[in-house]
C-alpha cells in the first residue's frame, strides 16, 4: 500500500505469537492491521448542508460552529449536548488550533472524539446533523495519517472502525488475512481483562 491510500486507514499494531519448533521458543512479532476507513453519508438534506458546509472548508464537523452558521438547529442541538456542553466547547478549540497545524491539538481532538462519539446518536444527530462523530473521527485519523504521527485509539474505537469496515464489505468475498488479524486483535483483547 503506497503513502497516499495508507492515508484511509487506521494501522492498529496486532501482536502474534508464534511457536519456533527448532528452538523451543515463543517470539512475538508485531503485524500491522490496515482498517480502511469508511466515509459517512449525509442521513438528510440538513445534514447534507451541514456536511457540504464542513466539507468544502476541509474541517471536521464543529457543533459549536453549526450553532452559529446554522442557528436554526440550536435549540435541539443544545437539548441534545447540553450535558456535555463544556467538552464540546473544548474540542472546538482543538479543531481550531488543528487546523492551524498544531499535532497535540490533533491528537486531543481524537481523543475528545473517542470520549463523545460513545454519547451517540442524539436527537439531534439522528434527526438533523447526521453521524458527524464518526465523520470526525474519519477526519482527525486522517489529518494525523498525513503528518506522519504515531497515535493509538482505544479499543472500543478500534472495534467500531473494524464493524464499519465489514459492514461497507459484507458484499464481497472476504479478506481471510483480515479477519485473521481481527480475530488475533480481539483475542488480545480480551486477554489483557483476564
Same mark, same amino acid.
Given at each position: 500500500?503506497?503513502?497516499?491510500e495508507?492515508?484511509?486507514?487506521?494501522?492498529e499494531?496486532?501482536?502474534?505469537?508464534?511457536?519456533?519448533?527448532?528452538?523451543?521458543?515463543?517470539?512475538t512479532?508485531?503485524?500491522?492491521?490496515n482498517?480502511?476507513?469508511?466515509d459517512v453519508?449525509?442521513l438528510n438534506?440538513?445534514? =447534507?448542508k451541514i456536511?457540504?458546509? /464542513?466539507?468544502?472548508?476541509d474541517?471536521?464537523?464543529?457543533?459549536?460552529?453549526?450553532?452559529?452558521e446554522?442557528?436554526?438547529?440550536m435549540?435541539?442541538?443544545?437539548?441534545?449536548y447540553?450535558?456535555?456542553?463544556?467538552?464540546?466547547?473544548?474540542?472546538?478549540?482543538?479543531?481550531?488550533q488543528?487546523?492551524?497545524?498544531?499535532?497535540? =491539538?490533533?491528537r486531543?481532538?481524537?481523543y /475528545?472524539?473517542?470520549?463523545?462519539?460513545?454519547?451517540?446518536? &442524539?436527537?439531534?444527530?439522528?434527526? /438533523?446533523?447526521g453521524d458527524?462523530? &464518526?465523520?470526525?473521527l474519519?477526519?482527525?485519523?486522517r489529518?494525523?495519517?498525513a503528518?506522519?504521527?504515531?497515535?493509538?485509539?482505544?479499543?472500543s474505537?478500534?472495534?467500531y472502525l473494524?464493524?464499519r469496515?465489514?459492514? =461497507?464489505h459484507?458484499?464481497?468475498?472476504?479478506?481471510?488475512? /483480515?479477519?485473521?488479524?481481527?480475530?488475533?486483535?480481539?483475542?488480545?483483547?480480551?486477554?489483557?481483562?483476564?
Amino acid at each position: 500500500m503506497d503513502e497516499k491510500e495508507r492515508i484511509n486507514y487506521y494501522v492498529e499494531p496486532v501482536e502474534i505469537e508464534i511457536y519456533l519448533k527448532k528452538s523451543g521458543k515463543v517470539r512475538t512479532i508485531i503485524k500491522d492491521m490496515n482498517i480502511e476507513l469508511i466515509d459517512v453519508e449525509p442521513l438528510n438534506e440538513h445534514s =447534507a448542508k451541514i456536511f457540504n458546509h /464542513f466539507r468544502e472548508k476541509d474541517s471536521p464537523i464543529d457543533l459549536i460552529e453549526i450553532m452559529n452558521e446554522f442557528p436554526e438547529y440550536m435549540r435541539a442541538i443544545y437539548d441534545s449536548y447540553y450535558q456535555h456542553f463544556d467538552l464540546f466547547e473544548k474540542l472546538s478549540r482543538h479543531f481550531q488550533q488543528g487546523t492551524t497545524g498544531s499535532i497535540d =491539538a490533533l491528537r486531543l481532538a481524537l481523543y /475528545f472524539t473517542e470520549l463523545l462519539i460513545k454519547y451517540e446518536p &442524539t436527537l439531534a444527530s439522528s434527526r /438533523f446533523i447526521g453521524d458527524f462523530e &464518526t465523520y470526525n473521527l474519519n477526519y482527525l485519523i486522517r489529518r494525523l495519517n498525513a503528518t506522519g504521527e504515531k497515535f493509538m485509539l482505544e479499543d472500543s474505537t478500534v472495534s467500531y472502525l473494524i464493524n464499519r469496515r465489514n459492514k =461497507a464489505h459484507e458484499s464481497e468475498p472476504p479478506n481471510r488475512e /483480515f479477519l485473521k488479524l481481527v480475530e488475533l486483535w480481539q483475542y488480545n483483547v480480551r486477554e489483557k481483562f483476564i
